[in-house]
């Protein structure tokens, strides 16, 4: 992509640059975030969005909480802390943030007594390495991930989970971007993604940038197209994989697995170690992100629904671990999945 999703401007007193994801695919513009409050809207707005991508942002957001320090190692701790608590509670569901932070906090542990400008380099420079190490992932799912997709005609995606929502080539999409390079003829059908169309302003975006044939289908209209024999592969992206392979992914992901299922096709997940939490048994302990109801009955300011209408409107669901024929990630495809293969894999 040649455009940046994510840049970290200047040395460590420098500014963290986002992509409005909110204002593509018919505008490029950038948002530059100079303070933590400023990063959290970015994340909460979806400026950036994506788990491993707000990950990184987070990670970027505590050099910038750390510009404002200038005093003893007690007072550096505690705005940290206040910095790492309010990125954290950004958004809930996308593991990568709190790993992202759990990853800046040993460095806080480590330097908090040393020189401030000794601080900020060892922060940006821990920053910058997440940046890189998901980059790094990215290549390695794609390498990985690729040949599932050898003999498929077309794939079905769900969300973005490309370039947009991470620091590489993205997750699902580097699968697809990678499947497409060894296997020319690949034809991508990208969900449309309600209510925030990720995949119809996002993943067609990408697709299209990189020359990858594409076609936007509703939500609502895969199981016909599988029940045609017109989808060969499912690739999609993960917020969160609990430790016994269950997977939180955009609302809509399960039933796009109960769908390939019950079709004989194969659904795939390609997910960063990043996003896996082994402290979570199962998923029906991950926390779900609510939001508001103006993104269903009034998407854009256009009303839908009338106002005296009930809304539901989760931003995730999960997909239990059964329906998952293989997670690609750096190391390898897991497939059958399974909390032991899963651990072995990554640990
Ligand atoms: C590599 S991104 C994987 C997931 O984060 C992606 O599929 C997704 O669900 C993103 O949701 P979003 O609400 O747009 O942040």
Redesign the pocket.
């Known amino acids: 992509m040649a455009v940046r999703a994510i840049e970290w401007v200047g040395n460590e007193t420098g500014l963290l640059r986002l992509l409005d994801?909110t204002r593509l695919p018919t505008e490029i513009e950038f948002v530059d975030c100079r303070t933590v409050p400023q990063v959290i809207e970015a994340i909460k707005m979806?400026r950036v969005?994506?788990?491993?991508?707000?990950g990184v942002s987070a990670a970027y957001g505590i050099v910038l909480a750390a510009h404002a320090a200038t005093g003893d190692a007690e007072s550096f701790r505690q705005l940290m802390r206040e910095a790492d608590e309010a990125l954290f509670a950004s958004?809930p569901?996308?593991v990568?943030l709190g790993w992202a932070l759990k990853e800046m906090g040993q460095v806080i542990r480590d330097v908090a007594s040393r020189p401030q400008e000794e601080r900020l380099r060892a922060l940006l420079d821990r920053a910058r390495e997440i940046e890189s190490e998901d980059q790094e992932m990215c290549m390695a799912m794609g390498r990985h991930g690729g040949p599932l997709l050898d003999h498929a005609k077309n794939v079905l995606t769900?969300?973005?989970?490309?370039a947009l929502?991470?620091a590489g080539e993205?997750?699902?999409?580097a699968v697809i971007f990678e499947g497409a390079r060894r296997n020319p003829g690949l034809h991508v059908y990208a969900d449309e993604?309600r209510p925030?169309w990720?995949g119809a302003r996002?993943t067609a975006w990408e697709l299209v940038q990189n020359n990858v044939p594409c076609t936007v289908i509703c939500d609502n209209m895969a199981a016909s197209l599988m029940k045609g024999r017109r989808i060969d592969a499912v690739v999609?992206?993960?917020?969160r994989i609990t430790a016994n392979g269950d997977v939180?992914?955009?609302?809509g992901?399960y039933s796009v697995a109960v769908l390939a299922r019950y079709h004989g096709i194969p659904f795939y997940v390609?997910?960063p170690s990043s996003?896996f939490d082994f402290e979570l048994a199962s998923g029906d302990l991950i926390p779900i992100?609510q939001?508001a109801a103006g993104e269903v009955a009034e998407p854009y300011g256009v009303r839908l629904a009338p106002k005296e209408a009930g809304v539901f409107n989760p931003?995730?669901d999960v997909t239990p671990a059964e329906l998952v024929t293989g997670i690609v990630t750096e190391k390898g495809v897991i497939s059958p999945v399974n909390a032991d293969a899963i651990r072995a894999m990554l640990r």
């Open positions: 994801q979806l969005r994506g788990a491993p991508a707000i958004r569901t996308a990568n769900h969300c973005n989970a490309g929502a991470t993205g997750t699902a999409l993604t925030l990720q996002l999609v992206g993960a917020d939180a992914n955009k609302i992901t390609a997910a996003t992100e939001r931003a995730f």
